[in-house]
């Protein structure tokens, strides 16, 4: 059976007080109520120390949005996968859309980050997904398979076990507009079948694939309630505890 997972992506949006009171207010919350589900949290690399220290990580895990393409050295302002791995952390988000139109993260430095992330212990969860122009052209598919040939198909069927998948259609994020629950449901079967070209079908069944784009308590069940939806990215709901908390309840 896969794993269900609901994960929180904070991006650049509080300071450290702000984020270390939100975890502690995060791991009360899911101790006293236990989730159906895997939780992580993904903070900015600030938070990551302190935030470990206040997460009990059988409840709620640990994870960084980003990690660096090189190993270590003279590369000012970088944070590598070992730093990552360092603070407790057993995640990293790699190839969200984000970074990839913002700061120019290619294919090919994706496939190098994911190997460091892999080569230093952490999970990844890895996002893919159109622009509207892409999806109005009915070229998703096409674009979702692209990304994933060019940074994870390369693992071997070992380490394709520390991949978690996250479909995160750029024109939903952040706008409010969500994908139905079809179309969620269309990509996230279309991606089990490639991994399953791949990988096996068994490998496939095993890889939790994650939807992502304005995903929230009032149309988390829905989504959720799809047989390919493994659980959610999710971005601004999971700054505030009850509207996380909102989502994970989905899976109950
Ligand atoms: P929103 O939930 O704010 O649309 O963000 C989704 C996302 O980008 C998560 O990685």
Request: with cysteine; hydrophobic share 40%.
């Amino acid at each position: 059976m896969r794993k269900k997972i609901v994960a929180g992506n904070w991006k650049m949006n509080m300071n450290l007080q702000d984020g270390v009171a939100l975890a502690k207010e995060i791991n009360e919350t899911l101790k006293a109520d236990k989730p159906n589900c895997g939780v992580i949290i993904c903070t900015p690399f600030i938070h990551l120390a302190s935030v470990a220290q206040v997460l009990d990580q059988n409840v709620v895990a640990l994870g960084a949005e980003n990690c660096a393409d090189k190993e270590k050295g003279a590369y000012t302002g970088e944070v590598s996968a070992e730093m990552v791995k360092s603070t407790g952390a057993q995640y990293v988000i790699l190839g969200h859309s984000e970074r990839r139109q913002y700061y120019h993260e290619t294919a090919e430095i994706l496939k190098d980050k994911v190997q460091l992330a892999l080569k230093n212990g952490l999970k990844v969860i890895f996002c893919c997904g159109e622009t509207l122009e892409e999806r109005e052209a009915n070229k998703q598919n096409e674009v979702v398979k692209a990304e994933l040939d060019g940074s994870v198909f390369n693992l071997s069927a070992e380490e394709w076990k520390n991949i978690v998948l996250a479909y995160e259609p750029i024109w939903a994020i952040g706008t409010g507009k969500t994908a139905t629950a079809d179309q969620a449901e269309e990509m996230l079967a279309y991606i089990r079948s490639i991994v399953a070209d791949k990988y096996g079908k068994e490998a496939a069944d095993d890889t939790t694939i994650l939807y992502g784009g304005s995903c929230k308590p009032g149309n988390a069940p829905e989504l959720f309630a799809k047989p390919d939806i493994d659980g959610g990215l999710i971005g601004g709901a999971s700054l505030k505890a009850a509207d996380f908390k909102g989502i994970i309840d989905a899976w109950k």
